[in-house]
């Protein structure tokens, strides 16, 4: 009787736990979105590539994971990367105006945890040189610290020059060169050479290195830990 007693008492106890759904629900979508929030700060980001400056190593609309773990755990980037950035102002037009502001409510809670790319002001490129490295292209050939580099990404057709010829330019410390795998369709290094850094992007401007293209499906690429 008393084992009778007691696995009766277990039942009640196990039936008066039992939360209903509306309670749960919440608690579940709370805990998820903690969970996205932290694997957006510490883990990985998604961003959406809007132009075909980095074809046909990305694609308009992929989505790509920036490993955001390589920033907290002392990466530092190195030339061949592709790394996702914040503009350092002026790289971009303005942002439209207008719009739905509901849509645009909704967009930016859900960029914020990490369910939606951000929003307009990043941009992907390739690291060509880093900070105190001569960088330049005559002709048809990028040298760096007066090397050849090799570039097996560029788009098909593209040379390294792309018609434009520069330096050389000494990247600042602290900075980094940047420039698009579709060197003739991309607004880059090259093009901001007048501003204040010189065309060069502010290392704290990176969010970290593309690691992979995870959709579309087809597009699926992976490019490595730290983007190399």
């Not at 990028?142 to 792309?162: F, I, M, Q, R, W």
Request: charged share 20%.
């Amino acid at each position: 009787m008393a084992v009778a007693v007691t696995e009766e008492a277990a039942q009640a106890r196990g039936r008066r736990r039992r939360r209903p759904w509306y309670v749960e629900l919440p608690v579940m979508i709370a805990i998820g979105l903690v969970i996205a929030v932290l694997i957006k700060t510490f883990l990985f980001q998604m961003f959406s590539i809007p132009s075909g400056s980095m074809e046909n190593t990305l694609q308009i609309g992929d989505r790509v994971a920036v490993n955001k773990l390589a920033a907290h755990t002392g990466w530092k980037p190195e030339p061949g990367e592709p790394v996702v950035f914040k503009d350092p102002g002026g790289w971009l037009p303005p942002a439209p105006q207008g719009g739905n502001a509901v849509t645009g409510a909704i967009h930016t809670g859900l960029s914020a945890v990490g369910l939606l790319p951000p929003g307009d002001d990043y941009l992907v490129k390739r690291v060509i040189a880093t900070g105190g490295q001569r960088v330049a292209c005559h002709g048809s050939t990028l040298t760096v610290d007066d090397k050849a580099v090799a570039e097996p990404y560029l788009h098909p057709g593209d040379d390294s020059c792309a018609g434009m010829d520069f330096g050389p330019v000494t990247v600042p410390a602290g900075h980094v060169w940047v420039e698009g795998d579709h060197r003739s369709d991309s607004a880059d290094s090259r093009y901001h050479r007048d501003d204040a850094n010189g065309g060069a992007v502010p290392v704290g401007n990176l969010v970290g290195p593309a690691s992979a293209v995870v959709w579309p499906l087809g597009h699926f690429d992976w490019f490595g830990w730290s983007g190399r």
